[in-house]
Structures are given as structure tokens and as C-alpha cells.
């Protein structure tokens, strides 16, 4: 798990989960409360 993880952080240039996570906010990739929305019908 973590070698897909490093992997992943030095495909996206981020030093840390957090900016990856920041990374795909600002890409499209994560719509903010999109979870919430999903949930929520379930």
C-alpha cells in the first residue's frame, strides 16, 4: 500500500497526502461535498 501511495505522490509532485488531496480538489479530480451528496441518498 505504500509503494502505490509514494508512487502516486511523486507522479503528482506532492510531498504528503494533504497535497495530493489539495491536488485533486484543484483539478476537477474531488468535488467539494460531493461525499455528503452520495451519502445522504444512500
Excluded at 2 to 26: C, F, M, N, P, W
Aim: charged share 20%.
Amino acid at each position: 500500500m505504500k509503494s502505490h501511495v509514494a508512487s502516486i505522490l511523486l507522479k503528482l509532485g506532492a510531498r504528503d497526502r494533504t497535497q495530493a488531496v489539495i491536488a485533486a480538489y484543484e483539478s476537477g479530480f474531488i468535488l467539494p461535498g460531493a461525499h455528503e451528496k452520495r451519502s445522504a441518498g444512500q
